[in-house]
Nanobody
Framework: VQVVESGGGLVQPGGSLRLSCAAS????????MSWVRQAPGKGLEWVST????????TYIDSVKGRFTISRDNAKNTLYLQMNNLKPEDTAVYYC??????????WGQGTQVTVSS
């Protein structure tokens, strides 16, 4: 099983980024997937989860209306579209297999830095 995140970077407040997570080694379309982040000096924070078919999504309140989770089961890829980014969104973002907190595989993370 492998999940590999990409798409992070440095962006100004108000900007946008799209994170991707390429999954392999398991039947991607059979599992919920989650995004989790860790800000500097802080613990893990769940961000969003999407069910296996993509019809059900949930978000932490602080990102509702700004972030959109989606998936392409044909491409075994999970996405997180992040708009109107704020400095407090600065964190390492991880893709995880499963419905958080019941996740069993994580990626290596991708750094998102929101700063002017």
């Amino acid at each position: 099983v492998q999940v590999v995140e990409s798409g992070g970077g440095l962006v100004q407040p108000g900007g946008s980024l799209r994170l991707s997570c390429a999954a392999s080694g398991f039947t991607f379309s059979s599992y919920a997937m989650s995004w989790v982040r860790q800000a500097p000096g802080k613990g893990l924070e769940w961000v969003s989860t999407i069910n296996s078919r993509g019809g059900l999504t949930t978000y932490i309140d602080s990102v509702k209306g700004r972030f959109t989770i989606s998936r392409d089961n044909a491409k075994n890829t999970l996405y997180l579209q992040m708009n109107n980014l704020k400095p407090e969104d600065t964190a390492v973002y991880y893709c995880a297999k499963g419905w958080y907190p019941s996740v069993d595989y994580w990626g290596q993370g991708t750094q998102v830095t929101v700063s002017s």
